[in-house]
């Protein structure tokens, strides 16, 4: 049953962008989350401050820690179990235990337009993430980076330019300053004609082996939706972007 839901879900985007809709209704009154477009898409498993301000197209995947004072760009995408954290906690009294010892004022984190966090990165509180930027997997991030840099690394530092040229980074710009545009969101890399029951079938088959089909909670208790999410890249209800 649940590959043919899976099916259909792939052959009718229409389907699943109403699907898509209907869990982030759910989960935006679940987190009390009111500065969020309508396009933002929070995934399963996530936990994230009532706060939260996010702008268009922008995306917090699967099993992320986003903490208060946060703000997502147009565009922004955080992969899989992200964390955004910091300021809990002062610890320079002396005499006194850190847990008794209170919290520093909460510095602003924000990842600008078009940035892109990779799987399990830690940003600490009060950092900027720069438009068009990308952290890698893993990367702890102590420092703000700037646009379109690739940091990487514990602490991250710069290993790279996104782009190679100043031209192309200006192209980006003007993009990126323009009104926000909907595009194809990110599928499996490798594609089949599910219109056709045998592709179809081993598809699904692959997705089951290695373990992506799951149902998501789309509501407190026991009810599940009808529709499974995948844990990592592709079509799905719970991960477009493939962070």
């Not at 952290?135 to 710069?158: C, F, L, N, S």
């Not at 890399?189 to 992506?212: E, F, M, T, Y």
Request: charged content about 25%.
């Amino acid at each position: 049953m649940r590959k043919w839901i899976r099916l259909m879900l792939d052959d009718h985007g229409w389907l699943w962008r109403a699907g898509r809709a209907a869990i982030m209704n759910v989960r935006r009154r679940r987190f009390g989350l009111r500065s969020v477009s309508k396009t933002f898409y929070l995934a399963g498993g996530a936990t994230v401050s009532h706060d939260l301000i996010a702008h268009e197209f922008s995306y917090v995947g699967p099993d992320c820690l986003i903490g208060p004072g946060v703000e997502l760009g147009r565009y922004a995408m955080l992969g899989p179990r992200v964390c955004i954290v910091g300021d809990d906690h002062n610890f320079s009294k002396p005499g006194t235990p850190i847990i008794f010892s209170g919290r520093p004022t909460l510095r602003r984190t924000r990842v600008e337009a078009d940035a892109w966090v990779g799987c399990g990165a830690v940003l600490m509180a009060g950092t900027t993430i720069g438009r068009g930027a990308i952290v890698a997997a893993g990367a702890v991030v102590t420092k703000d980076v700037p646009p379109y840099e690739i940091h990487g690394g514990v602490p991250a530092r710069k290993i790279a330019e996104r782009f190679a040229s100043i031209e192309e980074r200006e192209a980006h710009d003007r993009m990126l300053a323009g009104p926000p545009q909907r595009g194809d969101f990110c599928r499996d890399p490798v594609a089949v004609p599910l219109s056709k029951p045998a592709n179809a079938a081993q598809h699904c088959l692959r997705r089951q082996i290695a373990g992506d089909l799951r149902w998501e909670e789309v509501a407190e208790g026991s009810s599940k939706s009808a529709s499974p999410g995948l844990v990592g890249a592709g079509l799905s209800m719970d991960d477009e972007s493939g962070g």
